[in-house]
């Protein structure tokens, strides 16, 4: 498998793009007296044709404008963390690598980025593994009960790892899907789709509804038009990654010796 991590994407995704035209740490919200708009925390008004929106699963743009939408907490968090140590590192090759715990509920996934480097991540059954203060050093000590007795190399990295940046992953979906577009703005990514991490499909979702919705912006003069063959497009393959990933979500509440054999740890079409 490729690994790439989120800054390096970043630093891909805005290699060509003017410094000027990026902004960091400023916040938008949609004005409330005129349609389509966004505006500044300030108040300031952007004045844009469209607007793409991607901010998230909870987003606070696309519950702006479709405020019946019901948003719902899965069964499932993630505990991720990065660890930098050239000694485990080499011991890993570019394989991803998952450990199950054998009465369901409970994994520890390993992915490599580079040569000294390594992303981690456990994923727990939130009704069974309960987690009541999200602190750095209760996160610790979480991970260092709960995964004294495992493999070695995961023991290893739990113990090794700076718990400076880690980070509990709170999973929701919707319970039905807004439309992907409303008036000039457009949503992609998770902000459109939530997608449960066991489909292994959130990140590459939304770069292929970026392709997509750039290849109609290009071709159809209509933005309108462009938002309706976008959403066309990609809603089909969101709906089967959301049944798949609900699927998954049950295989991994149950113990091993009740999961279905041979079946794919990711969500394909």
Known sequence: MFAISRHALIQL????ISPENISYNATVIPSETEKGKLRHADGTAIDVD????SDGSKSRIRKCLFKDEKIIQVRENEVVNIIKNKDIASSVENDFMKFHHD????TFGILKLSHDTILWYSQFDNEKYLIN???SDNLKTYMLEVFADWDPLVSSIIQQSSYENVHLWCVYELEELNPFYKDNIVFIGDAAHPLIPF???GVTSALKDSHTLT?????????????????????PEIETHINNGRLLLNQFLLPIDQ??????????K
């Open 103 to 106: 009465q369901g509920g409970l």
């Open 50 to 53: 469209i607007l793409i929106v």
């Open 13 to 16: 995704l805005s290699a060509n």
């Open 133 to 135: 203060e999200c602190s």
């Open 259 to 268: 999961q279905t054999d041979r079946i794919l740890p990711i969500s394909y």
């Open 199 to 201: 489909t292994s499909q």
């Open 215 to 235: 290849k109609y912006l290009v071709e159809e003069p209509n933005f309108t038009e462009a938002f309706r063959k976008y959403e066309a497009d990609r809603k």
